[in-house]
């Protein structure tokens, strides 16, 4: 495989004021070696994952070899998070870089090994996924763009995710200005006491993302991937949660669920005592809150009550 060989340089990071990872994700790994560096990708490879992309493409293409390394050695036996998050980067990437999508044949090699190898990181696919689906996406992103005369349409619309105190968490670049975070990869992001409250993430790739205390109010979460977030505390109230993946989710704790459409959603393993919820909430048929640990509450005032249409599948009218 050929590989960048220049370690970034300063000038090669940009403006680290941009995103607030990209200034942590220097300091972190800044000037380090591939070599030096692989440490750090194998302790914590989701938060690297994090803070890798939306990197500089120098910066990304230099750095994405401490996955290649580490998931090519002996010792990456059993590191699911690692390969997951190294298939999904470069996935992910490649629909909004076109210069990643240029170098996919130089990173074939290494792809093909590890949706190879699935059982030896010991990634069950309940829970990651189906490592050669991830393969034949980014194969598909390939040809897509072999078939267009220029390179595949960028990022149109930076999208800005903001906490309750009005600082910016991340800055997202959204491929359809009309979809908003329809859709977004969010894997593994950083989004603790975001306000996200009547935002549309249908479809969203919420994999591993903490949420800790997040408004999510009358959020669109129709068919998101939440498996493995941690929403402890956060509030998902009258939030359309219909066909979305719960599994090994942390809720509980003071998650608030009244209101919450959970037709539909897969929630074996998920981690739901503590959770509040009321009469209001809709459960898949054969649910038992009871059984997991879930706290009844007493419906508020009449006034609090949802709209029908906005406890419908899909319906998250604007506040």
């Not at 009358?218 to 359309?240: Q, V």
Request: with cysteine; aromatic share 8%; net charge negative.
């Amino acid at each position: 495989m050929i590989r960048p060989r220049q370690v970034p340089s300063r000038a090669d990071w940009g403006d680290l004021k941009v995103d607030p990872e990209l200034g942590d994700a220097y300091r972190l790994f800044g000037g380090k070696t591939v070599e030096e560096a692989i440490p750090l990708f194998a302790e914590n490879p989701i938060e690297r994952a994090a803070e890798l992309r939306f990197t500089p493409t120098a910066v990304f293409s230099y750095y994405l070899y401490c996955f290649v390394d580490f998931l090519l050695s002996p010792g990456a036996a059993g590191a699911a998070d690692a390969a997951s998050c190294f298939l999904r980067l470069v996935r992910d990437r490649m629909r909004v870089d076109p210069s990643i999508v240029e170098r996919y044949a130089a990173l074939r090699p290494a792809i093909d090994a590890v949706a190879e190898r699935q059982a030896f990181y010991d990634a069950d696919v309940a829970i990651y996924g189906s490592f050669p689906d991830l393969r034949r996406e980014m194969e598909a992103l390939h040809a897509r763009a072999g078939s267009h005369d220029g390179p595949l349409p960028g990022a149109v619309e930076i999208i800005e995710i903001r906490d309750c105190y009005g600082d910016v968490l991340m800055r997202h670049p959204a491929t359809r200005a009309a979809a908003g975070l329809c859709g977004a990869v969010l894997e593994g992001a950083e989004l603790s006491w975001a306000e996200l409250a009547g935002q549309d993430l249908e479809g969203s790739d919420l994999y591993w993302a903490r949420l800790f205390q997040a408004n999510l109010e009358r959020a669109n979460l129709r068919g998101a991937d939440l498996r493995g977030a941690d929403l402890k505390g956060a509030s998902l109230r009258f939030a359309n949660l219909a066909g979305a993946n719960l599994g090994r989710d942390n809720l509980g704790g003071a998650t608030s669920l009244e209101g919450a459409h959970l037709e539909g959603a897969q929630l074996s393993g998920t981690q739901l005592a503590g959770a509040t919820y009321d009469d209001r909430t809709t459960f898949p048929p054969g649910f038992s809150p009871d059984e997991a640990g879930m706290v009844k509450t007493a419906a508020e005032r009449a006034g609090d009550a949802a709209p029908e249409a906005e406890r419908s599948p899909g319906g998250n009218r604007e506040r």
